[in-house]
């Protein structure tokens, strides 16, 4: 069974710096990795889609990379910034049965 | 395209009444998810379709849950007797299939959130 796991789960930081999030899935057999962001109240807006056989993506100050052999996905934002607190979460599509897992999400806070 | 269209935004109904959520798909899309979220258990998927079939089920927790797609643009998730338990948000999803060469990038809803009393 496919498991998804987002460290840490909380993070804050200073305005301006750069920070790494992390994904990992336990089963490799995927099609894509999607990294959505959710505010409070609010549905989840998907920020960049990697499609396996693809490495990274970049949108913006938004980076993601894959590893899919080491089940490993790492979303990178630059220069944070307050508008960029909120949970942002990752899915993985399987390709065995087209279904998408979702971790819990990473809480992400930015101090002005 | 309006995106993916969930209905109502809100729901607050008594234990033991019947609920329904609906969804409307972006158009072209033939892949459906519906999800249920809470805090302890994040983002879950209940059930989803592909071209208006239901695939996997396994998710849904009882048989007091039933979903249909009768068609492409239109989908239920059916509550019936709903508990407190059942108090979350629900997300409806929509993309193009895997098998599609196409982009297969996910969108979701705004959610309805429901709360049983």
């Known amino acids: 069974k496919q498991e998804v796991t987002q460290i840490p789960a909380a993070l804050s930081v200073p305005e301006g710096e750069n920070l790494v999030l992390n994904c990992s899935f336990t089963?490799?057999?995927?099609?894509?990795l999607q990294w959505f962001r959710q505010d409070p109240g609010k549905g989840l807006t998907s920020l960049l889609l990697?499609?396996?056989?693809?490495r990274e993506q970049t949108s913006g100050r938004l980076n993601a990379s894959l590893d899919k052999s080491s089940g490993r996905s790492t979303l990178y934002i630059a220069a944070s910034q307050p508008g960029d607190s909120a949970t942002y979460l990752c899915?993985?599509?399987?390709?065995?049965?087209?279904?998408?897992?979702f971790g819990k999400g990473t809480r992400l806070h930015i101090l002005p | 395209d309006a995106g993916v269209i969930q209905s109502p935004r809100h729901e607050v109904t008594e234990m033991g009444q019947e609920v329904t959520l609906r969804c409307k798909p972006i158009?072209?899309?033939?892949?459906l998810f519906w999800y249920r979220q809470t805090m302890m258990r994040g983002l879950e998927l209940l059930i989803y379709f592909n071209n208006n079939v239901p695939i996997d089920d396994s998710g849904m927790p009882e048989d007091r849950f039933s979903a249909k797609m009768p068609n492409a643009s239109f989908s239920t998730l059916k509550i019936q007797p709903s508990e407190p338990r059942d108090s979350a948000v629900y997300f409806c999803?929509?993309?193009?299939?895997?098998?599609?060469?196409?982009?297969?990038?996910?969108?979701f809803g705004q959610g309805t959130r429901l709360t049983v009393v």
């Open positions: 990697i499609q396996s056989s693809q």
């Open positions: 999803a929509s993309s193009r299939g895997r098998g599609n060469a196409m982009n297969t990038e996910a969108f």
């Open positions: 158009s072209g899309h033939n892949s």
């Open positions: 899915a993985v599509r399987e390709t065995r049965d087209d279904k998408i897992i």
């Open positions: 089963d490799s057999a995927i099609y894509n």
